[in-house]
C-alpha cells in the first residue's frame, strides 16, 4: 500500500506488525462520537468494520508523532485490549488517522448502565480490565488515560 510519509510512522508501523492503509481505501465513513482526546469514525475496510480515531493533540509534527507513538505502543502488549491495525492519513487534514479493531459494545460506562442485573457479566469485563491492565504494567507502561468512557 506503500508509505506514511514519515520515518517515524514507517518505523513504528514496522517495529509494531501493523499497516499503513490509504484513506480512499475506507468505505461508509460515519461520525460516531466525540471523546476524550479525539473523535471517532466508524469505516468500512475491506468488509471490515473499523474504528478510525481522529486525536485533537496529534499532528504531523515530529515531536508530536513521537509523544503519540510512544503513548499508544501499550495496546500492543495485551490480548484484552482493543487491537490497532494500522494508521491513515486524512488527506483533508494531513493529519495521520489510528486504525483499530470496532467493537459493538461500545465504552465499559455504556455496557455497566446497559447490563444492570448480569453481575456475572460485569465481573468477566473488570477481569478483563485487570487483566489488561497488568499485561500493560508487566512492561513498565502507565496508562494515563484511564476512564469508563474510553475503556
Same mark, same amino acid.
Given at each position: 500500500?506503500?508509505?506514511?510519509?514519515?520515518? *517515524?510512522?514507517?518505523? %513504528?508501523?514496522?517495529?509494531?506488525?501493523?499497516?499503513?492503509?490509504? =484513506?480512499?481505501?475506507?468505505?461508509?465513513?460515519?461520525?460516531?462520537?466525540? !471523546? /476524550?482526546?479525539?473523535?471517532?469514525?466508524?469505516? *468500512?475496510?475491506?468488509?471490515?468494520?473499523?474504528?478510525?480515531? =481522529?486525536? $485533537?493533540?496529534?499532528? #504531523? #509534527?515530529? +515531536?508530536?508523532?513521537? +509523544?503519540?507513538?510512544? +503513548?499508544?505502543?501499550?495496546?500492543?502488549?495485551?490480548?484484552?485490549?482493543?487491537?490497532? =491495525? /494500522?494508521?491513515?492519513? @486524512?488527506? $483533508?487534514?494531513?493529519? =495521520?488517522?489510528?486504525?483499530?479493531?470496532?467493537?459493538?459494545? /461500545? #465504552? &465499559?460506562?455504556?455496557?455497566?448502565? !446497559? *447490563?444492570?442485573?448480569?453481575? +456475572?457479566?460485569?465481573? %468477566?469485563?473488570?477481569?478483563?480490565? *485487570?487483566? /489488561?491492565?497488568? @499485561?500493560?504494567?508487566?512492561? $513498565? &507502561?502507565?496508562?494515563?488515560? %484511564?476512564? @469508563?468512557?474510553?475503556?
Amino acid at each position: 500500500f506503500g508509505t506514511s510519509g514519515s520515518k *517515524i510512522v514507517d518505523q %513504528f508501523i514496522t517495529n509494531n506488525s501493523l499497516k499503513w492503509i490509504p =484513506y480512499d481505501k475506507f468505505k461508509n465513513i460515519k461520525y460516531l462520537n466525540k !471523546e /476524550g482526546l479525539g473523535t471517532i469514525y466508524k469505516a *468500512i475496510y475491506e468488509d471490515v468494520e473499523v474504528i478510525l480515531k =481522529y486525536f $485533537d493533540y496529534f499532528n #504531523s #509534527s515530529d +515531536e508530536s508523532l513521537n +509523544e503519540f507513538l510512544n +503513548e499508544w505502543k501499550i495496546i500492543n502488549y495485551s490480548d484484552e485490549i482493543i487491537r490497532i =491495525y /494500522g494508521f491513515t492519513k @486524512d488527506p $483533508d487534514t494531513l493529519n =495521520y488517522v489510528l486504525i483499530m479493531e470496532y467493537t459493538n459494545k /461500545g #465504552s &465499559l460506562k455504556r455496557c455497566l448502565t !446497559e *447490563i444492570t442485573k448480569n453481575w +456475572e457479566q460485569k465481573l %468477566f469485563y473488570l477481569y478483563q480490565i *485487570i487483566k /489488561g491492565l497488568n @499485561d500493560i504494567h508487566k512492561e $513498565d &507502561l502507565i496508562h494515563y488515560n %484511564f476512564h @469508563d468512557v474510553i475503556i
